[in-house]
């Protein structure tokens, strides 16, 4: 059905309408009375055998919404209803600012590919905070949350690269508290200056500010994980994976979009007519998983590691899972894939965990790259 459905209709539409066309959708049937059981009982039954532990936290399965979906925490309990087992919201600024000037996204569906040049556009962290806070104190009983909820947060744009310290110190001092885990976003090309704070020397202080920032917000400790970009040379991401561990964070994302175009089946000239911008889905899967392979290899079950970047099946989930993932991330298979992505994704892992000689998903994370280390 979605296969017909992308099409006929969305795959006709600008990618931005039709991206914010079937999130009203999802949004909306989550607000129906019994409707959000109905659907969740179809698009997300209990897979049991996948549950895992990773940042303190319990959750139902590996699998979670990368963060650009939400932006601005409007959907969390509709993308819970579909399947996701946690949901990333963001990237969130310090200030409301509007984004890069559209036309800002692309479809490469020969590629199963996006392109966004985005920027970030977002409400602001004061707003997104009232957001979250409204939907955690609306509940009717003490708060216990449909979902895990991870807050992405990265430097406003019009903020010098000498101030973000200070503007992601803001984000963390209004989000933190409502905040499962926090995400400090250094790896989007598509806000000038920004990779350049994956510099070990910025990073360093740039994550114990962070880190101070949430601890003095909030009595109980909110896990902290860095975001990086599949375009760094190995040394640096030995260098990343060092300071993870001198700073105590609690995980590595791994990875942002990339800004290569090398390997499309896409017409070069058309890619090139698009422009700057990120790209994401099948193309950068061999990418990310060579730095998530690098990072395993670096740091081990030390801190948490997160495999995104050309998620589309069951099977490199589980690729990402054997590598040293101990959570996996998807988003632009979701645009091809439909509501029922989270689905197959979980069906396919709990079959792919039973044949394997693993009895839980906790005893194969890093189990292909610690085989290829001692071999």
């Known amino acids: ?17 039709a991206h914010h066309l079937a999130f009203d959708t999802i949004r909306a049937a989550a ?13 997300a039954p209990a897979y049991p055998r996948l549950r895992v532990r990773a940042l303190g936290l319990d959750l139902p399965g590996p699998f979670g919404l990368a963060a650009g979906f939400d932006k601005n925490a409007v959907g969390i309990d509709g993308l819970a209803m579909l399947g996701f087992d946690f949901v990333e919201i963001g990237t969130v600024t310090a200030r409301a600012q509007p984004g890069n000037e559209k036309t800002r996204l692309f479809r490469l569906t020969g590629d199963r590919a996006l392109v966004n040049r985005m920027g970030f556009n ?19 009983r003490p708060y216990r949350p449909d979902t895990v909820v991870g807050v992405n947060i990265g430097k406003t744009k019009t903020v010098p690269e000498a101030e973000a310290t200070a503007d992601y110190v803001t984000s963390t001092e209004r989000l933190a508290a409502y905040a499962d885990y926090l995400v400090v976003n250094v790896s989007s090309p598509n806000t000038p200056g920004l990779r350049n704070l994956q510099a070990v020397e910025v990073l360093r202080p740039l994550l114990t500010a962070v880190r101070e920032a949430a601890d003095r917000t909030t009595t109980a400790r909110v896990p902290l994980l860095v975001k990086i970009a599949p375009d760094l040379a190995d040394e640096d991401i030995d260098a990343v994976a060092d ?65 995104v970047g050309g998620i589309e099946t069951a099977e490199d989930a589980w690729e990402r899972v054997l590598a040293g993932a101990t959570l996996v991330q998807g988003y632009s298979a ?37 085989k290829a280390h001692t071999s």
Do not use: C
């Open 122 to 140: 977002n409400d602001g962290s004061a707003a997104v905070a009232a957001r979250l806070a409204r939907r955690r104190h609306g509940q009717r």
């Open 243 to 307: 300071l993870a561990l001198e700073l105590g964070l609690d995980g590595v994302i791994a990875t942002n979009t990339t800004v290569s175009r090398d390997g499309l089946r896409t017409d070069p000239a058309h890619v090139a007519s698009l422009g700057a911008g990120g790209l994401s889905g099948a193309p950068l899967k061999e990418r990310s998983l060579q730095v998530l392979r690098r990072l395993y290899a670096r740091v081990g079950d030390r801190i948490t590691l997160v495999g």
């Open 31 to 43: 607000a129906v009375p019994g409707a959000r059981g109905g659907v969740r009982a179809v698009a």
């Open 1 to 17: 059905m979605y296969p017909l459905l992308f099409k006929t209709v969305f795959r006709r539409m600008d990618p931005e309408r």
């Open 334 to 370: 979701f645009v091809y894939e439909g509501p029922l992505w989270p689905r197959r994704i979980h069906h396919g892992l709990d079959r792919l965990l039973a044949a394997s000689p693993y009895a839980t998903l906790a005893d194969a994370v890093g189990a292909d790259t610690r």
